[in-house]
Structures are given as C-alpha cells and as structure tokens.
C-alpha cells in the first residue's frame, strides 16, 4: 500500500472521545483507567512527551505548565518532569516562585521559606551584635563627665567672670551617698535597677502603659542608661549615637559594679541652680553635705532628676513663663516628693511608721547666686544666662550649658555698671539710715537698666545690693507700679487713634475718630468725675462712681495735655485715656516695648492711664527709648554672641520694628522734654544736653520712678521698701513717707537724682545730639468737661500762646521762668499768674517752687539734694500741685508724678 494511502494511526487510550473526556477532567482527578491508559502510552514509557487527544487538550495541558500527568517514569520510580512551567525535574534550594502552584499561590512564600529567612536574619543580627559588644568600650566617666567653665565677657570683650559645671560640682564615693537617696532614684526611676543588666524591657513597656493611661511614670531609661547617657555628653539625637549608647549600656551592666553605676550616676546628673552632683546640690537646697539629708529631702532631690527647670519651687519664668511658675513648680514638686515616698512604701524601701514622719514638704532654701558672683556680676550673668537660654534657636537647655565650654559675649559697658551701681550707692551712703530710721529707711530697694536707644543693648543694669544676698534682680519686674512713667503711652496713643465720637460706637474707625494735639485742653479739677468716651459716668462692679485725684489735692482747671504732663496732672490723662480707650492706651504701650504679661495691670479701669502696671526698669528704658528714635522699636537684648568650644553658636541680629510715625514719637518727646526743663523732672537736667523724661510716684508713696532719654541713651530707674522675706509668696510693698528724712518720696527726688548723677558720666565724651523738632500735629479738642472758648471781651491768650509749639531752649541746667505759650492752657489763668508771679504752693516733686528757677530749680533743689531743699520735697508735697495718688475713690491703684 502506498505511503500517501496509509491510514493515520489513531491516538492512544481509547480514540478520540476517551481523549476527549480525559481532556475534560480536572487537572489531577483523573481516573485511574486515564492513568493507566497514560501510562501504558508507549511514547512515555520511552521518555518522550505525551501525546494529547487534539489541539485543545494540549493547549489545556501547556497552560497548566506542561501538564500534571506523571510520565511513566513515576510509576517506575523516576522523577518525572515538568514540575512547572520552565521549571527542570531537579530540586530547588529556595522554592520560590513555588513550583507546582498557580495563579497568586506561586507568589506567596511558604512557612517554611519565611520562618527560614527570619532565622537566617536573626541570626545575622546576633552575630553582628556580637561583634558590636566585643569591640565597645565605655567610656570613662571621670573623663566624659568633668564640666567646663563658661566665661562670660564684657562689652568690650575682657573677661568678666569665669563659671560653670565644674564650679558646683564634687565628687563624693558610694559610701557617703545616703540610702535614703539611692533608695528614691531606684523607686522613682528604675524599680529592676539591682537585677537588671542595664535595659529593663518590662520598665519601658510599663511607662508607655501608664503614659497611656495619663498617670504618674517610671522612666523609661534605666538608671543606666541615664548613667551612660549623661556621661557622654554628647546630646544630638541620630540613629547612630542611640545605637552606640545601647551596646555601651549593656557592656557596663554587665561588667561595671551596680555601686560604681549608682555613684557616677548621682554625681554626674544635674539638679538645676547650676549644681551637678548630689554634692553640690544638697548644699545648694539644704546648705549641708549630702551624708546628712534625711529621706524627706531625698525624695524632693530625686523629685529635681525629672527636670529641675519645672519641679524647683523656685520657677524658671524665662525658661517657661506659663509653665515653670514658682506657684506650678511648688505643686508639681510636692506631688512627686509624696508620689516617690509613697512608692518606696510599697517596694519595701521605706518603713511605713517612716513614712509617716514626713507630713510636711521640705521645702529648700531660696535660690542664691554662686559666691564668686558677688556684687552686680551675678545679677548681669544672670540676666545674660536667661537670655541666651530664651533666644537661642539650638534650643540649648540649662543643663547644657551647665555643663560649661561656652564663651558669652555681653552688652554690658563695665564702666557705665560701675557708675550706676556708684550712683546708687551714694544715695545709700547719704540718705538712708536704717539705725536712724529703722521703721522708715529699712528695706529700701534701687532698681535701674540703661539702654542703648540704637540697639536696644542693655548697658548697665542695677539689680541690688549684692547678688549673694539679695536675690531678686530689681532691674526685672519686681512689681512695683510706674505710676506717671506711664503716661506718654496715653498721649502717643491720643495721636495715633484719636478721640471717640461721644456719639459713635464704641469701637470706632480713624474715620470717626480725632487725633489729639499735645495742645489739646482737658479739666485738670482735683476729683474730677471720670466719664466714659460718650459721657456716662464710669462706675465699677460695685456701681461706685470715680472721681480721679491730683496730687496735693490740687485744682487745675482747663489745662492742655503738655501742661498737665509738665505737672504731672492725673486727672486730664485718666479722662484722656477713657476718650481714646484703655484698650488703644495698652496696644501703645505694647507698641513701644513693653510686654502683655501678668506686670501689664487691667486696663479695664481708669487707672490703668496712670500708671498701675508694674514692667522692669529694662522694659521701661526700652519703651522710652523708642521715642527716641522717633517711633522705631528695638528689643532690649544683653548678649551679642555665644561660642561653644571656639564655634560661634549664636549672634544677635537687631530687629528694628515701626512702633509710631517720627511725628508721634517726635511730639511725646518735646513734651517729656519740656518736663525735665519746666515741669517735676528738673533734677535731671544735663548741661549741654537735650533730655526727655517722666517722674512717676504711685499711690501710697509705695514706688517712685524717674525714666529719661538722651538721643543716644535711655535709663530708668525705680526706688521702692518691699519686705525682704524672699520666701513668702505675696510680698507687701510698704510706704515710703518719712524715708531718707523725705516727708514723702517723689520721682524727683533720689531716682532723678540717681539718674542725672548716672547719665552726666555715661554721656561724657560722646556726642552731643537735638532731638528733632516736631512737626505739628492733631487738632485741638477739648475733654473731660473743659470747653473750648468763646469770643468774648475777657482776656484770652494770644493764638501763639494757645497753639505754639516751643522752641528747644538753650541747654543750660538751670531754665528760664516758662512763658505762657509754653506751659499753660488757654483758660489756665492761675497757672499765668504763678508764672509771674510765683506761689507759695510750688510744683510737684520739689520741682519749682517760687517760680520754678532760682529756689525750686536745679541749683538748690535739683540735682544737689534731689529736690529737697528750698522748694523741694517737703513743701511741693505739702502745697504741691502733682505726683498725685491716683487712687480717687474707686479703690483703684494709681499713680502720680
């Protein structure tokens, strides 16, 4: 037969429907009748590939990667092939992508794989760890853990001082460490300390826990870890370092004795008040060695370990001024002392019938400078110190620089703190007894800061006595009020927001509002019936009425507002400020520098105009000095730059803020600068020199101020008796009539006195500077019940008398008899006539009597004995005409001259 006519041969296992059926059953439940048929296939049993019953099946069969039928080769025991697709017969190592799986189920690993790879990592790990812990080597402690000094720099770059860690630190041996204080560290911080090998696991999964749980925690770090940490100094926070510091921890809790770790511990760490050390912080607290701390005082010591910053009864205000008040670190401190004895209660630590004793905070001794910082020093490392700590942006933290290495460059001028500090003291020497007048002349206070007007460097400051002694700084806020100081915020305010219209809203744009002219006229009546804006009469809670005083009782009448600042009238600038708003009175006083912060009094009330809040004497240079320099504000600063360890790590970069316009601050300034030529600030004329400047006395005689600027420099400084008792929460300030033989204690008197005395030697050999002259400005409005004159045959002043602004006078310390153009109001006849003809009631603050020149002026009242003699002190408080005690009748605090 031939080739072409041959029959083709028919598939194996039954023809083409048994195929076909085979083709149709699920990969791997075929009957065994397929199988066998399968596998009695003379083409398998060869080795060769199967053969299919058509086209589909062997399709079928390439999609499930080469078939699942096993070949005959499985049945005689020899592994088949076409395990998967592309895969050979020969096993894998790593099954992966899985043979014999399809669809996502090749992708997914095995247990086996995975528990292989994780075992396989957790190994490489160990082993890295191994070699990791072979090679650390911890440091040494007495190396690492020895504190720098800090030198701190004058002005001019000489040393002032050299301090820091290593000054308040001592070494002491396990053996003179007290139980009681290892006993509080290890339940207040590290339970497992005795048992562990430097990591306690458990003790960081218990803090979290109660972190959670918003109760009181352990730490997390073990003593240890604390230990190592400290001992490194090295604070940055990388991945790197924090490794390190693991291995480190657990080589030394394996191999460095748990007294060794305890001691070094309690040596190194910081407890604030600049003391590292238990050492040094039991005298710092207690004023006695660390062996004789009892374990009340311990628990309260380990209490400072949590943060000394907020747990110091003492506070840190510049650290957190919200936060770190004396009031919130005091109840913080006394609830972790007790949470600490109570827990050593439990852990067996402490005898109950021990425990028991301690009923009574053991509250430490009032913070104190460092010896060596005797003198102003302290008071200036101190104000330097807080600075930099407020202002750095590296956030460097207290117990950073504690730990020493860092060079302070100051803005204090060493000889203008000398002349200060001389100022002061001659006053002491001269005019406060206390033998003498122990009821009077005892715990009579200075406060003063200088100001650079074109930096806003702090140049000088006076603090106290002595920094070891007395130890708040009186250059800070102390609480006592400025009275009038405060009332150029009034007047600046007048010309930039204007007087309401007593018919408008109460809040009421430009639009509605009048700028007041320094010539504006004001009633200047003694117990002047305050109003609001639209003429309702001011009552407070109790519905009481308030009617504002003047100093001496003294009845003005229609005055303007440069006059009344002259004599330091009280009336016109409260009813002034009520026109305007005491809300746009205190935006002007934030304007010009001060702060909103709790010395910044209500200003909800009238008094506020006069003077009830109570900045630094650093504040109230530097709200001055922005008249200065004619409406530009710069904050008041006391370090220029800061290395560590030779690399500049901060700088000073002066920021210069518009507060007013030149022709505001130009006008307040004429104004202030007719007060020291003609009015109470006459003691402090300098010869040859345009001054501006402002008495100030507040109610009760309890503080008197004098704040006053040259173009180049602005001073305040403040006199004030305040119980010396730094231990008791509210301090009482107590009344100065009769101090320093004074009947009563003016601004013009020993705080000008202080200040010219002061200001001739910190001026000397620079250059004299004018202010400039102002330009007119606002209209001339009429208030407080003053009405505006109608043409009538009597008398009135000439329009330059009324509206003339005054030419500087010539600079000699003594000043002509003012002219009426200069320092009267239009209707003021009584004031024309003491003008020419003198009275015998003088002015206020022992500033003009008799005229106001020859008897009450600078030669015999003035600058020599600050205002006492012939017309000074005794008879302008007597007769006098300001320094009023803005009380009125409302029960408010005010303040006057």
């Not at 030198?151 to 001082?161: G, H, K, P, Q, R």
């Not at 200069?822 to 009275?839: F, H, I, M, S, V």
Request: a negative charge; hydrophobic letters at 30%.
């Amino acid at each position: 037969m031939s080739e072409h006519r041959r029959k083709a041969p028919q598939p194996q296992g039954g023809g083409r429907a048994a195929a076909r059926r085979a083709a149709q059953q699920p990969a791997g439940r075929r009957t065994d009748a397929s199988r066998r048929a399968t596998s009695a296939s003379p083409s398998e049993a060869h080795g060769e590939e199967p053969t299919y019953g058509g086209r589909a099946e062997a399709r079928r069969a390439a999609q499930r990667g080469g078939g699942r039928r096993r070949g005959a080769g499985d049945s005689a025991g020899h592994e088949g092939r076409g395990r998967g697709r592309g895969d050979s017969g020969k096993k894998r190592f790593i099954d992966y992508p899985r043979a014999g799986k399809y669809g996502y189920r090749r992708w997914v690993p095995s247990w086996r794989l995975v528990s292989g790879l994780c075992l396989g990592f957790l190994g490489l790990m160990m082993g890295a760890a191994g070699i990791a812990y072979a090679l650390v080597v911890p440091p040494e402690i007495n190396d690492l853990a020895k504190a720098q000094n800090n030198v701190y720099y004058w002005a001019d770059n000489t040393e002032m001082v050299a301090t820091g860690g290593s000054v308040n630190r001592q070494e002491i041996e396990y053996a003179q460490i007290p139980e009681a204080m290892r006993n509080a560290v290890i339940s207040a911080e590290n339970k497992s300390f005795e048992t562990d090998r430097g990591i306690d696991p458990m003790g960081i999964a218990r803090a979290v826990w109660n972190m959670a749980k918003g109760g009181e925690t352990q730490g997390g770090s073990t003593i240890t870890q604390q230990y190592v940490k400290n001992s490194r100094l090295t604070q940055d926070q990388t991945l790197s370092r924090k490794f390190k510091e693991l291995f480190i921890t657990l080589k030394v809790g394996e191999t460095v004795p748990k007294k060794e770790v305890m001691a070094g511990y309690l040596n190194v760490s910081y407890y604030g008040r600049g003391a590292s050390g238990l050492q040094a912080a039991a005298r710092t607290y207690y004023n006695k060695d660390a062996q004789e701390l009892n374990a009340s005082e311990c628990a309260f010591l380990a209490t400072l370990l949590k943060g000394a910053s907020y747990y110091d009864p003492a506070g840190a205000p510049d650290v957190d001024p919200v936060q770190a008040t004396k009031e919130k670190n005091t109840e913080r401190a006394k609830a972790r002392w007790k949470w600490i004895l109570d827990e050593e209660v439990k852990d067996g630590r402490l005898s109950a019938a021990e425990r028991a004793k301690f009923k009574t905070f053991p509250m430490p001794l009032p913070k104190k400078a460092d010896a060596k910082l005797g003198g102003q020093t302290g008071y200036l490392v101190d104000l330097a110190t807080k600075y930099f700590l407020a202002h750095n942006d590296q956030n460097i933290t207290e117990k950073e620089l504690a730990l020493g290495g860092y060079e302070i460059h100051t803005t204090f001028d060493k000889n203008k703190v000398e002349q200060l500090e001389k100022s002061i003291s001659r006053v002491y020497e001269e005019k406060i007894d206390e033998e003498k007048r122990p009821d009077l002349d005892s715990h009579v206070e200075f406060g003063g800061a200088s100001v650079d007007t074109e930096t806003g460097a702090i140049v000088a400051t006076y603090g106290g006595q002595d920094a070891t002694e007395h130890y708040t700084n009186n250059a800070d806020a102390t609480g006592a009020q400025v009275g009038s100081t405060f009332k150029p915020f009034v007047l600046a305010a007048a010309m930039q927001y204007g007087k309401r219209d007593p018919d408008g809203a109460e809040q009421q744009s430009e639009s509605e509002r009048t700028l007041v002219s320094p010539k504006s006229v004001y009633n200047g009546d003694n117990k002047l019936q305050i109003k609001r804006y639209n003429g309702e009469v001011w009552r407070d809670k109790d519905q009481n009425e308030w009617r504002q005083t003047n100093d001496g009782d003294h009845n003005y009448g229609p005055i303007t507002l440069r006059y009344a600042m002259q004599e330091s009238a009280n009336s016109p600038y409260v009813q002034l400020g009520m026109d305007v708003g005491t809300d746009k009175v205190k935006q002007a006083a934030l304007d010009a520098g001060l702060r909103d912060d709790q010395y910044l009094a209500d200003s909800n009330y009238p008094s506020f105009s006069i003077g009830t809040s109570s900045p630094s004497a650093i504040r109230m240079a530097g709200a001055y000095a922005t008249f200065a320099t004619s409406g530009k504000q710069r904050e008041p600063f006391s370090v220029t730059e800061v290395k560590h360890e030779g690399t500049v790590i901060y700088q000073h970069k002066t920021v210069t803020k518009p507060a007013f316009s030149s022709a505001i601050a130009d006008n307040v300034t004429d104004v202030l600068k007719n007060v020291v030529e003609n009015g109470t600030g006459t003691p402090a004329q300098l010869e040859g020199r345009d001054v501006a400047g402002k008495t100030g006395t507040t109610d009760g005689n309890k503080s008197a101020w004098f704040v006053g600027y040259t173009p180049q420099l602005s001073t305040a400084v403040s006199m004030f008796r305040l119980d010396d008792d730094e231990t008791k929460k509210n301090r009482e300030f107590l009344e100065m009539f009769g101090t320093g033989g004074e009947e009563k204690i003016h601004g013009a008197s020993f705080p000008a006195q202080i200040w010219h005395d002061y200001m001739a030697e910190a001026v000397k050999g620079t250059k004299v500077k004018p202010f400039p002259k102002p330009e007119p400005l606002g209209d001339l409005v009429y208030g407080g019940g003053a009405a505006s004159p109608s043409p009538t045959p009597s008398p009135t002043p000439s329009p330059s008398a009324s509206s003339e602004m005054p030419e500087s006078p010539s600079p000699t310390p003594s000043s002509p008899s003012p002219t009426p153009s200069e320092t009267c109001a239009p209707l003021d006849w009584e004031c024309k006539n003491n003008q020419n003809g003198g009275t015998t009631d003088g002015s206020s603050d022992g500033g003009n009597t008799d005229g106001g020149t020859t008897d009450g002026g600078t030669t015999d009242g003035g600058t020599t004995d600050g205002g006492t003699t012939d017309g000074g002190t005794t008879e302008g408080t007597t007769d006098g005409t300001s320094n009023g005690n803005g009380n009125g009748n409302g029960g408010f605090i005010g303040g006057g001259g």
